[in-house]
């Protein structure tokens, strides 16, 4: 009878906490359902409303509009390319830049916290300012009358006549600036855990600096590699401000821009709303692959 009893307690303690568990996580679900998937649906329903003949602009009825996708996406499929090719190579670029950055203030700079601290601070000192500020600093930055510009042309790598500004080379190097501190920082999290007598053991063993990096860093980092290429790869795909503001023109239009010009000016919501969902799937099903073919066992 006892034994009973106590299995009854055991079960009513076990139920207890289920509801616990499922009140600390309701406030959370609420935000998701209000801000993330209810957002979501509205989207989907909206890119199928159709204008009905004689319509004024900006005037669509509910609807099963499924060609308003195949239009969208015919017309600025070299955008939706493009947007995902300049967040290509500004990840890349991020990590090419980033990794020794983090693997310096980490690693290097361990035993001397001071400077380490100087350093992270300047790290996250971007972020103290406006996204928008720091796009049209690069904006000033790259001008015809700057610095960089007039040594290239003095160098004769630039064309006399040649600019800086409103090209590809100038919304990726906005791109990968406004995005570095989110590769950066992800990447040093995970090197900060780094056990350096790993690195001396690999020393002890006559390995090559080139091979301890390989063979010990580079995997024990991976997590904060993968971590970054997400964070940076992601809101550089759906960016806008640094194509507006640096570029501007047919060849560095991003689907952002696209998207931001249907919905405000052209007032084609399920236009700019299909586009949306577009970009929305492409970038979960190119996440999914990466996830499936790099993720480590850590973060899956």
Same mark, same amino acid.
């Given at each position: 009878?006892?034994?009973?009893?106590?299995s009854k307690d055991?079960?009513?303690a076990?139920?207890?906490k289920?509801?616990?568990?499922i009140?600390?996580i309701? *406030?959370g679900?609420?935000? $998701? +359902?209000?801000?993330?998937?209810?957002? %979501?649906v509205? =989207?989907l329903?909206?890119? !199928?409303?159709?204008?009905?003949?004689?319509?004024?602009i900006?005037?669509?009825?509910?609807?099963?509009?499924?060609?308003n996708?195949?239009?969208?996406?015919?017309?600025?499929?070299?955008?939706?390319?493009?947007?995902?090719?300049?967040?290509l190579?500004?990840?890349?670029?991020?990590?090419?830049?980033?990794?020794p950055?983090?693997?310096?203030?980490?690693?290097?700079?361990?035993?001397?916290t001071l400077?380490?601290?100087?350093?992270?601070?300047?790290l996250?000192?971007?972020?103290?300012?406006?996204f928008?500020?720091?796009?049209q600093?690069?904006k000033?930055?790259?001008a015809?009358?700057?610095?960089?510009?007039?040594?290239?042309?003095?160098?004769?790598?630039l *064309?006399?006549?040649?600019? $800086? +500004?409103?090209?590809?080379?100038?919304? %990726?190097?906005? =791109?990968?600036y406004?995005? !570095?501190?989110?590769?950066?920082?992800p990447?040093?999290?995970?090197?900060?855990?780094?056990?350096?007598?790993?690195?001396?053991?690999?020393?002890d063993?006559?390995?090559?600096?080139?091979?301890?990096?390989?063979?010990?860093t580079?995997?024990?980092?991976?997590?904060?590699?993968?971590?970054?290429?997400?964070?940076?790869?992601i809101?550089?795909?759906?960016?806008?401000?640094?194509?507006?503001l640096?570029?501007?023109?047919?060849?560095?239009?991003?689907?952002?821009?696209v998207?931001?010009?249907?919905?405000?000016?052209?007032?084609?919501?399920?236009g700019?709303?299909?586009?949306?969902?577009?970009?929305?799937?492409?970038?979960?099903i190119?996440?999914?692959?990466?996830i499936?073919?790099?993720g480590?066992?850590?973060l899956?």
């Open positions: 009878m006892s034994v009973e009893l106590r055991e079960i009513r076990e139920k207890r289920n509801r616990t568990g009140y600390l309701s *406030p679900l609420l935000v $998701l +359902t209000l801000f993330f998937a209810l957002p %979501v509205v =989207l329903a909206m890119s !199928l409303y159709v204008k009905p003949p004689g319509a004024e900006g005037e669509f009825v509910p609807g099963f509009e499924l060609s996708y195949a239009t969208v996406l015919s017309a600025y499929w070299p955008e939706l390319l493009r947007s995902f090719w300049f967040a190579i500004a990840t890349v670029l991020a990590l090419l830049i980033g990794f950055m983090a693997y310096l203030v980490a690693v290097r700079l361990r035993e001397r400077l380490q601290g100087i350093l992270l601070v300047l996250i000192a971007p972020f103290f300012s406006s928008i500020l720091r796009t600093a690069w000033q930055i790259l015809d009358e700057g610095f960089i510009a007039q040594s290239l042309k003095f160098i004769a790598i *064309p006399p006549d040649g600019h $800086l +500004t409103a090209t590809p080379f100038a919304v %990726v190097a906005g =791109l990968t406004n995005f !570095l501190p989110f590769m950066v920082l990447i040093y999290a995970n090197l900060g855990r780094l056990d350096t007598r790993l690195l001396e053991a690999s020393a063993l006559y390995a090559s600096p080139i091979t301890s990096f390989t063979k010990v580079l995997p024990l980092s991976a997590p904060g590699i993968f971590a970054g290429t997400l964070l940076t790869f809101p550089a795909a759906g960016d806008y401000v640094n194509s507006a640096l570029g501007n023109n047919r060849d560095t239009t991003m689907i952002g821009q998207i931001d010009s249907r919905f405000f000016r052209v007032i084609d919501y399920p700019a709303s299909a586009l949306s969902f577009i970009l929305m799937i492409s970038i979960l190119l996440v999914t692959i990466y499936r073919r790099f480590t066992k850590e899956m």
